[in-house]
């Protein structure tokens, strides 16, 4: 049994340490591909802003491209306008592998807890396989922050999570509840409270609103489902470090909000192909260099509604996955540019699915091909992010694709809900029913009378 146990050990680790030389040589492939062109955009602005210019004032000369960065972001950047690019891209790319990694952690990891398997090696087989995504080669190529995003958020959802268990065993379970400050208040004792109740809840949200604009959706949802202390914590995280990045660079904040906020061509043009938004779609129909606006925030409108309405059942189903990646899919949607790195959240979507097909496979063995259709799914959407965009974007596949995806993504009913659930409920009473009194024989009436 040692030996087994030994040689178990030794497989795992060579298991891993080839899939790490296998994102690492990804990175490098991807960094070479597409050469950073929004970090060196980025770059070049923050030195501009360095020297004494405006933050925004900087236009590259191929595409008149602009950073797109608020001011908290930028300010976390600024590192990279004094290192070398390819190192400020490396420690990029390193950051935003390590969130989707604890992201997978945290989706692809109770998935395989529910059927029995064991957890890193599905873990590793979602990394793989989210990693030649369009979204995660572009996040890492350009040089952008989605994945960190995206890693953000998530970790807002485990909170959730772990709030919702916490809850429920103070109902059940004997003794201290977990959300009781402990005896000896020691540091360590503090974290470890709030890690287990999950009152960090929305400093994630808060963190990503802040270092971008799209995850703003994120807090009208926890507000439209009540969670109100995990959307009050977003609002206030987010507030707070805007008003730092004011208190640090009140020009640049200046400038964010009164121009560069509104010059949506900053990070290309709106007709653009590539622009696989809403806005992108209806400005090539017509033909036109700047958006339809009453037509884009009429259908965008119908976009918010039909993904919050079902963002709110999957919650109400106790499925908080599903409706932050419905959530995630509307923002990608309705947002005036969106580009293959924007996509992150079709992802989950594709888990998902796969989710979905397994369990209706196992509920409905009678049924012929159970869960095939979610799987087929599950492929086809994949592979349309999977496949490289100048193959995907004249179809306008990606938008169809989040489309489809906001009107038929399925959710999974008390997988992973945000509410306490009473794992022991109590017996219900039943009061005997009464029963109806009786005819006394006596009192009968002879026949033919």
């Known amino acids: 049994m040692p030996a087994m146990g030994e040689r178990t050990r030794t497989i795992g680790s060579v298991v891993v340490g080839l899939a790490g030389l296998g994102a690492a040589s990804a990175v490098v492939t991807y960094l070479h591909r597409y050469g950073l062109s929004g970090l060196r955009v980025d770059r070049e602005a923050l030195r501009g802003w360095l020297s004494g210019d405006s933050l925004y004032a900087y236009r590259s000369e191929i595409g008149r491209l602009g950073t797109t960065q608020p001011p908290t972001a930028a300010i976390l950047l600024l590192a990279t306008a004094v290192l070398p690019l390819p190192l400020a891209g490396g420690l990029l790319a390193l950051a935003g592998v390590a969130a989707l990694i604890l992201a997978l952690i945290a989706l692809a990891g109770p998935v395989a807890r529910r059927y029995a398997k064991p957890r890193w090696p599905v873990v590793l087989i979602a990394g793989s396989l989210a990693l030649i995504s369009e979204p995660v080669r572009t996040t890492i190529g350009y040089g952008r922050l989605d994945l960190i995003l995206f890693g953000l958020v998530t970790a807002d959802v485990v909170a959730l999570r772990r709030s919702a268990w916490a809850r429920s065993r103070a109902a059940w379970w004997p003794g201290r509840t977990a959300s009781q400050p402990p005896r000896r208040r020691h540091p360590a004792d503090l974290l470890r409270r709030i890690w287990a109740t999950g ?16 995850p703003i959706l994120f807090v009208a949802y926890l507000a439209l489902t009540r969670q109100w202390r995990a959307a009050l914590t977003a609002l206030a995280t987010a507030s707070a470090l805007v008003t730092g ?8 904040s200046a400038d964010w909000f009164g121009t560069a906020l509104l010059q949506v061509d900053r990070s290309g043009p709106i007709g653009a192909q590539i622009n696989q938004s ?30 919050m309405i079902r963002a709110r059942s999957a919650h109400t189903d106790g499925d908080e996955i599903a409706a932050f990646t419905l959530v995630g899919l509307t923002s990608a949607a309705i947002g005036p540019v969106t580009h293959t790195h924007e996509l992150i959240w079709v992802l989950p979507a594709v888990l998902i699915l796969v989710d979905a097909a397994a369990r209706r496979r196992i509920a409905e063995k009678r049924r012929r091909h159970p869960g095939l259709g979610h799987a087929v799914a599950s ?11 100048s193959w995907t974007a004249s179809w306008n596949a990606e ?19 945000a509410f306490p659930v009473n794992r022991w409920p109590r ?15 006596a009192n009968r009436l002879p026949k033919g009378s």
């Open 199 to 214: 009152a960090w809840a929305g400093v994630g949200t808060g963190i990503a609103t802040a270092l971008a604009v799209s």
């Open 245 to 252: 990045g004011l208190l640090i660079a009140p020009q640049a």
């Open 278 to 307: 809403l806005a992108g779609l209806l400005t090539r129909l017509y033909d036109s260099d700047t958006i339809p606006v009453l037509i884009w925030l009429s259908f965008a409108g119908l976009l918010v509604a039909m993904g």
């Open 379 to 389: 492929v086809v959407v994949y592979l349309v992010v999977v496949l490289p965009s």
């Open 399 to 417: 938008l169809l694709t989040i489309i489809v995806l906001l009107n038929a993504l399925p959710w999974r009913p008390g997988v992973a809900p």
């Open 427 to 441: 017996p219900v009473r039943r009061t005997p029913a009464i029963p109806a009194p009786r005819a006394d024989p």
